[in-house]
């Protein structure tokens, strides 16, 4: 069992209603790519998602509006607050990792990738992936680093791939059950990772972020323009 303190990272098992997910399910045919990524790791927003030779990996609309989201939100910052006290729901949208692919980009995440905050060792982001169905190493559960929280990663390097190789020595891919939640650390050194089945994997993110700075992330998150 991962320790969140200690690890950067832990699971809570079987918290989330089943008929919750399952609802967020049935509405994926409505879901759209507001930001994508390539096979070789181009990345693109909007319109010009088009121009990519293909997509591994794509992230949805934010969906923090959906009833059943804002359910899941309020079993899920409870925990939460236990870390983060003075936190609130950033962003919610659905990231998918298409049949196949192969994609891997380890990085550290909202607020820790952009420059202001990216070597700030304070705890001011949690990240949490929530499973539509249960996820293993075979359907892509996410990749983490234990114990990488302590560690400064410059978010530059990180889309340079200078960490590619540290992370594959260090990864670990928990096993997910539907149901349950993997909370993280953003600073945790984390990936998408390859999906070997055919079909693709869709998991619900929500990023929780300490409410003193969510005004400031706002004005400069690429996030809030491409959803618009």
Same mark, same amino acid.
């Given at each position: 069992m991962y320790n969140f303190t200690v690890d950067g990272f832990t699971i809570i098992d079987n918290c989330i209603p089943i008929e919750l997910l399952d609802s967020i399910y049935s509405k994926f045919d409505t879901l759209y790519p507001v930001r994508a990524s390539s096979s070789n790791k181009t990345y693109a927003e909007g319109n010009q998602i088009k121009e990519l030779n293909d997509i591994s990996v794509w992230w949805s609309q934010l969906v923090i509006d959906? +009833? !059943?989201?804002? !359910?899941?939100?309020?079993? +899920?910052?409870s925990k939460i607050l236990n870390y983060l006290p003075n936190s609130e /729901? @950033?962003? &919610?949208?659905?990231? +998918?990792?298409?049949? *196949? &692919?192969?994609?891997?980009?380890?990085?550290? #995440?909202?607020? @820790? %990738? $952009?420059? !202001? @905050?990216? $070597?700030?060792? %304070?705890? /001011? =982001?949690?990240?949490?992936?929530?499973?539509?169905? #249960?996820? #293993? *190493?075979?359907? =892509? &559960?996410? =990749? /983490?680093?234990p114990k990488s929280h302590t560690k400064n990663f410059d978010i530059n390097l990180c889309y340079k791939g200078q960490f590619n190789y540290w992370f594959s020595e260090r990864v670990v891919q928990p096993e997910i059950k539907k149901g349950s939640v993997l909370m993280y650390n953003c600073r945790v050194l984390h990936s998408s990772m390859p999906n070997n089945v055919d079909t693709v994997r869709p998991a619900l993110l929500c990023n929780y972020v300490d409410s003193s700075i969510v005004e400031g992330i706002k004005k400069i998150d690429s996030v809030w323009s491409s959803n618009a």
């Open positions: 959906w +009833v !059943e989201v804002q !359910e899941i939100n309020h079993i +899920v910052h /729901l @950033y962003t &919610s949208d659905i990231v +998918v990792i298409n049949g *196949k &692919s192969t994609w891997i980009n380890p990085h550290v #995440d909202t607020p @820790y %990738r $952009f420059k !202001e @905050y990216n $070597f700030d060792k %304070r705890l /001011l =982001g949690i990240q949490c992936i929530i499973p539509l169905f #249960d996820l #293993d *190493k075979n359907n =892509g &559960s996410t =990749g /983490l680093v």
